[in-house]
């Protein structure tokens, strides 16, 4: 196709074969998205943290509800999540290379396709690091565990043999044995008595009421309001450990449904951003009492 052209200007005859050959989607122009809607919520989560909006401890603030401070850490989450991929979309859609072949609908659909792109891969590389730091955890607990392990079997063989119990009570005699053989044995009764329901069989609560008369000169009836006393506190510590087991449950199954539910928001947020950020690049919008030239 030949074009006249005026004297002195020069036309440049550009074919559509390259921009058939690229591709739709502009991965920088993504990346750049992740990198700066990650860079947001490490800021804005470490700043909650600080505070106290985290579903670690919902006790971090004295003199604070707990639900006050769980629905607090909800609503910052989705603000977190919702704020920082919205502007991720919205850097993908000012900076994406349009292809000018296409409509204005075509061009906003892809505007937010771009969107889309920056909230799956921000959710992936949070899933990756939260995975890395679960591993971490996870390792640092197990190498804590079998030195406990270690310990406690260095210090007494027979304390991890599960018949150990039942053997005790095979060798049981009403005369004084030794107070570190008593304690131990001690020690396995309430053991076992915590693996079940938490109750002491009434002949093992008669016989620590024995042994701890022989053991301290106590007279018998001390002995049992002690012994009976203790069977009390390790009852009372066994449910406050069942409590913190329920509501650790609890949260992580709460916290892990506003992650769901913030990231679905968060997803169309990114989507909309986008197409806003294209809209404002085809048309040359400028902020100019936010971003000028000095």
Known sequence: ???????????????????????????PAVIAGIVLASAISIVLLSFGSAVGLNFLDFNAREGASPIFIGIAAGTWLIWVLVSSLMAGGYLTGRLRRRNFDATEDESDLRDGAHGLLVWAGSAVL???????????????????????????????????????????????????????LARDEAGRIFTMAALGDGTVAAEDRAYLANVVAANTGIPPEEATARVDQVIANVE????????????????????????????????????????????????NTMFADIFRRF
């Not at 591993?135 to 210090?155: D, F, H, I, P």
């Not at 005699?173 to 030794?178: E, G, K, L, Y």
């Open 236 to 283: 009372a510590a066994r449910q406050n450990a069942l409590e913190a087991a329920r509501i650790a449950r609890n949260t992580g199954i709460i916290a892990a449904f506003l992650l769901a539910a913030s990231l679905l928001i968060a997803a169309i947020g990114a989507y909309w951003a986008a197409q806003k950020g294209g809209n404002h690049r085809d048309s």
């Open 1 to 27: 196709m030949t074009i006249d052209a005026p004297a002195g200007i020069a036309v440049v005859e550009t074919t559509s074969s390259a921009r058939d050959q690229s591709s739709y989607v502009d991965w």
């Open 126 to 180: 949070g899933a990756v690091l939260a995975v890395a730091g679960v591993g971490a955890v996870g390792n640092a607990a197990g190498l804590a565990a079998a030195t406990a392990t270690q310990a406690a079997s260095n210090g007494a063989e027979g304390s991890l043999d599960p018949n150990a119990y039942f053997v005790d009570t095979l060798f049981r005699s009403s005369q004084p044995v030794d107070a570190a």
